[in-house]
């Protein structure tokens, strides 16, 4: 075959794959329908859970009309979608865009509520992966994000119907950071790191006052401090142990653990 007849070939078989593609353009009808259409579309495929369908739909919206309450609130509903279909750096790069874009929205409150959202399951998802693995080497990044979002929701939008889920939210999300954090503090324990065994202790005493792991991080700062030479700390650690919590196992020799006993969590009842 002579070049100037494959050239025409490859030629022809472009043309016809470009113009198969125009059709199949033109045929879609998010291309060619009015915005609201194109909304009903994709708000549509989302109650249906055609979570795929909804993603691909209000990113065409948004970038066929730029602007407008449609574009908006699409905006939103994308960021939605995307954490639903478990697309969480999308969701929450979505939803950052959209409170930086539209602060004064008349659903600013439930962006900020779904950042919360967003981070919470990424922490849950953190947790149990980690669950039986070393707890010094875990990252709460995501926990600690999840509860500065949800934090901040309560104090921007104190009248919000998303609140008092938020501040249950955020009450479960300190307890298990405290959980990880005397989990920490245990290993160091077990492994004679005694000087950081105390600090990591004491950081959960000052930090994680009203949860259940307080009384262990006064076990441990007994015992490590203890071990230290430090008898007057060990000692205060002590008394403070004895008049908040008198039946703790550490009073009575049954501490600390051989290994730190996690239960398993009993995941959040989603109200939002």
Same mark, same amino acid.
């Given at each position: 075959?002579?070049?100037?007849? $494959?050239?025409? /070939?490859?030629?022809?078989?472009?043309?016809?794959?470009?113009?198969?593609?125009?059709?199949?353009?033109? !045929?879609?009808?998010? +291309?060619?329908?009015?915005?609201?259409?194109?909304?009903? $579309?994709?708000?549509?495929? /989302? @109650?249906?859970? %055609? /979570?795929?369908?909804?993603?691909?739909?209000? +990113?065409?919206?948004?970038?066929r009309f730029p602007f407008g309450? =449609?574009? +908006? #609130?699409? @905006?939103l509903e994308l960021? =939605?979608? @995307?954490y639903k279909d478990h697309k969480?750096?999308?969701?929450?790069?979505?939803?950052?865009?959209?409170?930086?874009?539209y602060p004064t929205h008349k659903?600013?409150?439930?962006?900020?509520?779904?950042? !919360? $959202?967003? %981070?919470?399951?990424?922490?849950? !998802?953190?947790?149990?992966?980690?669950?039986?693995? *070393? #707890?010094?080497?875990?990252d709460q990044g995501f926990s600690l994000q999840s509860f500065e979002d949800f934090g901040e929701l309560i104090k921007r939008y104190p009248d919000s119907r998303y609140v008092p889920d938020s501040r249950q939210r955020m009450i479960y999300l300190r307890n298990n950071m405290a959980r990880a954090e005397i989990g920490i503090a245990l290993f160091y324990l077990r492994h004679r790191a005694y000087v950081a065994a105390a600090n990591r202790a004491e950081k959960i005493v000052e930090v994680y006052q009203r949860t259940? #792991?307080? !009384? *262990?991080?006064l076990a441990v700062m007994a015992e490590a401090y203890g071990k230290l030479g430090q008898d007057k700390l060990s000692a205060d650690a002590r008394r403070v142990l004895e008049l908040n919590y008198p039946e703790h196992p550490y009073l009575k020799g049954d501490f600390p653990p051989k290994r730190h006993k996690w239960k398993r969590l009993i995941p959040f009842t989603d109200r939002g």
């Open positions: 075959m002579r070049v100037s007849a $494959l050239i025409r /070939l490859i030629f022809l078989a472009l043309v016809l794959a470009t113009a198969a593609c125009s059709r199949t353009k033109k !045929g879609d009808p998010v +291309e060619t329908l009015p915005v609201d259409e194109v909304y009903a $579309l994709a708000k549509k495929s /989302l @109650q249906n859970n %055609n /979570l795929d369908r909804a993603i691909k739909t209000y +990113e065409r919206l948004i970038a309450a =449609y574009t +908006e #609130q699409s @905006q960021a =939605y979608a @995307q969480e750096e999308e969701a929450y790069s979505s939803v950052n865009r959209f409170i930086k874009t659903h600013i409150d439930y962006a900020y509520y779904l950042r !919360g $959202l967003i %981070n919470f399951d990424r922490s849950a !998802g953190l947790l149990e992966r980690y669950v039986t693995r *070393d #707890q010094a080497r875990r259940p #792991q307080a !009384g *262990d991080a």
